[in-house]
């Protein structure tokens, strides 16, 4: 059973758009969700975080939107670069615990 | 700082033969985790520890996996026997739990094939 779900295994996008990716869940006892770069052959990085009790959160050219009604976040990215290329995660956490779960992996392909 | 380091990078063993694997996690850490990577499932949490004590192991699949942590600088991760279905990468993370969205840094991960 999948509680975080991440529906597109791969998008591909021209470079300075924006890229959008989607994750979705289904407890409603996840406080915080974060989201995880990753390149070939290293550990995922932390790129950048929401609490539950927001509904947008952004870093430079990186934000995060939380629709908890939806049980539904997304991650922006604008413009989109060609080193943005990456396996993105989302994760979420089970409130009261530092337990995390992950989705599956969106695979981003920023076109030059 | 040298980040989490896990070791060895590549595993190739043969269906029957003990696995074990080793994460040093970054200093002053208090948390440490055991995740394994498939296409399938992703990132699935196998067990995590808090100050040395492990805190939620339901991620474990069966018996023939079990990790320690038996000081703070270092853990292993072993499966005894190993399987061809174990074929994945491991990773390890750590993280200094202080409230909030704690980061977890991980390693570069360990790729292990079970023949």
């Known amino acids: 059973d999948q509680q975080v779900k991440q529906n597109s295994p791969s998008l591909s996008v021209q470079e300075g758009r924006i890229s959008i990716l989607n994750c979705d869940y289904t407890?409603?006892?996840?406080?915080?969700f974060l989201w995880y770069k990753k390149y070939p052959a290293e550990g995922p990085t932390f790129l950048i975080s929401i609490s539950s009790i927001k509904d947008k959160n952004e870093d430079g050219r990186f934000t995060v939107f939380l629709n908890k009604s939806a049980k539904h976040l997304s991650l922006h990215i604008v413009p989109s670069q060609p080193g943005d290329s990456a396996v993105y995660f989302c994760?979420?956490?089970?409130?009261?615990?530092?337990?995390?779960?992950f989705g599956t992996g969106t695979r981003l392909k920023v076109l030059a | 700082d040298a980040g989490v380091i896990q070791s060895p990078r590549h595993e190739v063993t043969e269906m029957g033969q003990e696995v074990t694997l080793r994460c040093k996690p970054i200093?002053?850490?208090?948390?440490l985790f055991w995740y394994r990577q498939t296409m399938m499932r992703g990132l699935e949490l196998l067990i995590y520890f808090n100050n040395n004590v492990p805190i939620d192991d339901s991620g474990m699949p069966e018996d023939r996996f079990s990790a320690k942590m038996p000081n703070a600088s270092f853990s292993t991760l072993k499966i005894q026997p190993s399987e061809p279905r174990d074929s994945a990468v491991y990773f390890c993370?750590?993280?200094?739990?202080?409230?909030?969205?704690?980061?977890?840094?991980f390693g570069p991960g360990t790729r292990l094939t079970v023949l």
């Open positions: 407890n409603s006892m996840f406080d915080y």
């Open positions: 200093s002053g850490h208090n948390s």
């Open positions: 993370a750590s993280s200094l739990m202080a409230g909030g969205a704690d980061t977890q840094y």
């Open positions: 994760a979420a956490r089970l409130s009261g615990t530092y337990k995390y779960i």
